[in-house]
Nanobody, 128 residues
Framework: QVQLVESGGGLVQAGGSLRLSCAAS????????MGWFRQAPGKEREFVAS????????YYADSVKGRFTISRDNAKKTVYLQMNSLKPEDTAVYYC?????????????????????WGQGTQVTVSS
């Protein structure tokens, strides 16, 4: 099991930026696919972005494509989510997730069931 701890959330005005971080424990982080999900009040948890073991393949939800960027640093066992041009509808708790497989292709990466471990989440609030 890998422990995941998110940080970097907060309150930001519309149009602003935030960078979320997710620090992982465990020796095999570099072999995991990592994902970011979010959950707004009263809504189901939804996929945001994923990245394969090397960082060479990424996948985004249409709602964040062109605004958010997922990246990873395997030496630091950390995955990031750079969020630009934030909108009020981006307000949610953001969760980091780890899948114990090096690569999950395309739309399959959007499935919550593909991920084995989850962080506790970090709140992002975007004011209008």
């Amino acid at each position: 099991q890998v422990q995941l701890v998110e940080s970097g959330g907060g309150l930001v005005q519309a149009g602003g930026s935030l960078r979320l971080s997710c620090a992982a424990s465990g020796r095999t982080f570099s072999s995991y696919t990592m994902g970011w999900f979010r959950q707004a009040p009263g809504k189901e948890r939804e996929f945001v972005a994923s990245i394969n073991w090397s960082g060479g393949s990424t996948y985004y939800a249409d709602s964040v494509k062109g605004r958010f960027t997922i990246s990873r640093d395997n030496a630091k066992k950390t995955v990031y989510l750079q969020m630009n041009s934030l909108k009020p509808e981006d307000t949610a708790v953001y969760y980091c997730a780890a899948a114990k497989t090096p690569f999950i292709g395309g739309v399959t990466a959007t499935l919550r069931a593909k991920y084995d471990d989850w962080g506790q989440g970090t709140q992002v609030t975007v004011s209008s």
